[in-house]
């Protein structure tokens, strides 16, 4: 797995930006550190052996003037914590390999090289060991036993230091990238809401420039759409005013002919007509906006009114299951919603079924069942575009205006519901409406 796997693998922005800069900086904090304790181990080294250098040479030349029998007395004296002095030939072995053991013995023959006769060795060891071999003036033997300390122990609390770090970097991390990406939340959740019913509230224009300035574009953009969207229902509206001036004169005209077959297609295509332009102006008021404020309602006693409708024009319609418990929603469009697909399982079946269910999560799907011809697979959702229609024959036979489904679509997105189409197994068709969260 590479970092840009990585990076790619959260969904959202925020978390994504949070990973790079958190890791940005903890990479840079470790190198800081790392650094840090390198150059500190480096100058601990070099005034090691500067030390190490001046006080070797103390002790060897203090030792070449004492007696040989008071030596024992000043050995002890004179051992430091990584190196001491043995009275003897000491142990022999191969050259120094190792960095820090060469530059011991280049240390050693610095300073006392040019008096005595130095002879430098490793010895087997688990960790670096040493022993320079001489001779003092009197031709006793002398071993310096040296253990070279390359890395110094860290402190407990500079390891404190580093964790109390990251901590801060972290914070200062997810807080900073927070509000950078706030804007970007405000901004997409001002247009999930701005659907149908153009509601969508302004976004402050405050803040850094680039976000006010998208704030400003936002806004300005949303009052373009409602400008558009009202002129289109202005438009509609005049369309459907001026229409029924010269579909009443034809209708009247149309009553003086006195081929009875010429009279009756002529007043079946005005009743079209009247059609055509009556829901085409309900389906852009869908468009326009859901002006119903959403209340609380009983839905069981919606639909039993519903069906009875139905039942006192003569229709065959059913239903089946309860909610049992209120609602809030807008009745006068989930209503007309559910009208729209009843109309056409009656229309294309003759008889229609509302079917409730009440998931575990409290999501309440109405279903409207019908063993009509159905829909082909390919055209379930293109049904739902305004004049569609899949069945020209079909169309002829029942009537209808092509917006039916169109208007419960657009009611059911001002709603912030869904509706969806599928095929029953043994023919028919499924339309289901879904509330999303109406309690």
């Not at 958190?22 to 840079?28: D, P, R, S």
């Not at 030390?51 to 030349?61: D, L, S, W």
């Not at 803040?207 to 202005?234: D, H, L, W």
């Not at 009743?271 to 389906?283: K, S, T």
Request: proline fraction near 5%; hydrophobic fraction near 45%; glycine fraction near 6%.
């Amino acid at each position: 797995m590479n970092l840009s796997s990585l990076f790619r693998g959260p969904r959202t922005l925020f978390v994504r930006l949070t990973l790079i800069f958190f890791a940005g900086l903890v990479v840079a904090q470790l190198l800081a550190f790392w650094a840090t304790v390198s150059e500190r181990n480096d100058a601990q080294t070099s005034l090691m052996l500067d030390n190490f250098q001046r006080e070797v040479a103390t002790a060897v030349a203090l030792l070449d003037r004492v007696p040989a029998a008071e030596r024992p007395e000043w050995v002890p004296r004179l051992a430091r914590r990584n190196y001491s002095f043995l009275l003897g030939e000491g142990v022999g072995g191969t050259p120094p390999n190792a960095k820090l053991s060469e530059e011991v013995s280049a240390a050693i023959e610095r300073s006392i090289g040019q008096r005595f006769t130095i002879a430098v060795n490793e010895v087997p060891d688990t960790k670096e060991h040493l022993q320079a071999h001489l001779r003092l003036s009197d031709g006793s033997p002398l071993t310096i036993d040296i253990r070279p300390v390359g890395w110094m122990p860290l402190s407990y609390w500079l390891l404190v230091v580093l964790a109390v770090e990251l901590v801060v970097i972290a914070v200062c991390a997810w807080f900073a990238l927070s509000l950078a990406t706030r804007p970007l939340n405000q901004l997409a959740s001002a247009a999930d809401t701005l659907g149908p019913d153009m509601t969508a509230t302004r976004l402050p224009e405050d803040g850094p420039a680039e976000v006010a300035r998208a704030a400003k574009a936002f806004n300005a953009m949303q009052e373009r759409i409602r400008q558009y969207m009202k002129e289109r229902i202005q438009i509609l509206a005049a369309i459907s005013h001026d229409l029924q001036t010269p579909i009443t004169r034809m209708r009247i005209r149309t009553d003086l002919l006195d081929d009875e077959a010429d009279r009756i297609k002529f007043q079946q295509d005005l009743a079209e007509m009247e059609v055509l332009v009556r829901e085409g102006v309900a389906y852009g008021r869908t468009l326009h906006g859901a002006a119903e404020v959403p209340r609380r309602i009983d839905p069981d006693a919606l639909l039993e009114s519903l069906v009875s409708d139905y039942e006192d024009a003569g229709a065959k319609v059913t239903l089946s299951g309860s909610i049992g418990v209120p609602i809030v929603t807008r009745p006068v469009a989930l209503r007309r919603i559910l009208a729209n697909l009843l109309d056409n399982a009656v229309k294309f079946s003759g008889a229609g079924e509302l079917k409730t269910y009440v998931s575990n999560d409290r999501q309440i799907s109405i279903s409207v069942l019908d063993r009509g011809p159905g829909i082909a697979q390919d055209q379930l959702e293109a049904v739902f575009q305004p004049f569609y229609r899949g069945d020209a024959s079909g169309h002829q036979r029942t009537g209808g205006s092509g917006l039916g489904l169109a208007i419960a679509k657009q009611l059911a997105l001002a709603m912030n519901a869904t509706l969806e189409l599928k095929n029953r197994a043994g023919g028919g068709l499924e339309a289901r409406l879904v509330l999303e969260k109406p309690f």
